[in-house]
T-cell receptor, first 113, second 109 residues
Framework: DAGITQSPRHKVTETGTPVTLRCHQT?????MYWYRQDPGHGLRLIHY???????DKGEVSDGYSVSRSKTEDFLLTLESATSSQTSVYFC????????????FGPGTRLTVT | GQSLEQPSEVTAVEGAIVQINCTYQ??????LSWYQQHDGGAPTFLSY????GLEETGRFSSFLSRSDSYGYLLLQELQMKDSASYFC??????????FGTGTRLKVLA
């Protein structure tokens, strides 16, 4: 167990409100990722981080921002939530040593009404 | 553009062997990974190929041909618990990953 937690696990919010999702890891991994998963689209990378305060965009970054002020925490913010951002959000870390493996958190189900 | 293609659904019976293919078109390539995801759960890592050839891990094997931009996941001695979605993913450089849209495997008794 890589010790990844996500909070909240479920959230319902209204269109136009800001939302922040938190990913917390306990193993000091350098690389952290945020994905969204939607039916028919698989997992799509939103943003990722390669160190404290070092982040980069993924393929579906519009409408999202991230911050990483500590190694263990990676925050995903929806500036002004829209219904198209209703999705399941997964955080992941990249494990090093041998395989190029990502370990995923339990996910956050977000519904924007 | 960058894309990974895999079949949307595969059905097989318990005890059988099934192969899930993945073809990729990406601007960079460092390796091909496979993940399993049960309904309502998180993806879990199964295997990784950086070089051509076959990697075996128990009942699961994964193959890569870099010249053909192709790989597959082979599941042997299928069990009911193998019913899940399977995703291939390419590490395209700078530790960014692109995932396929997933293959739903149904195992029938």
């Amino acid at each position: 167990d890589a010790g990844i937690t996500q909070s909240p696990r479920h959230k319902v919010t209204e269109t136009g409100t800001p939302v922040t999702l938190r990913c917390h890891q306990t193993e000091n991994h350098r690389y952290m990722y945020w994905y969204r998963q939607d039916p028919g689209h698989g997992l799509r990378l939103i943003h990722y981080s390669y160190g404290v305060k070092d982040t980069d965009k993924g393929e579906v970054s519009d409408g999202y921002s991230v911050s990483r002020s500590k190694t263990e925490d990676f925050l995903l913010t929806l500036e002004s939530a829209t219904s198209s951002q209703t999705s399941v959000y997964f955080c992941a870390i990249r494990r090093t040593g041998g395989f190029d493996e990502q370990y995923f958190g339990p996910g956050t189900r977000l519904t924007v009404t | 553009g960058q894309s990974l293609e895999q079949p949307s659904e595969v059905t097989a019976v318990e005890g059988a062997i099934v192969q899930i293919n993945c073809t990729y078109q990406t601007s960079g390539f460092y390796g091909l990974s496979w993940y399993q995801q049960h309904d309502g759960g998180a993806p879990t890592f199964l295997s990784y190929n950086a070089l051509d050839g076959l990697e075996e891990t128990g009942r699961f094997s994964s193959f890569l041909s870099r010249s053909d931009s192709y790989g597959y996941l082979l599941l042997q001695e299928l069990q009911m618990k193998d019913s899940a979605s399977y995703f291939c993913a390419v590490s395209s450089g700078t530790y960014k990953y692109i995932f396929g849209t997933g293959t739903r495997l149904k195992v029938l008794a």
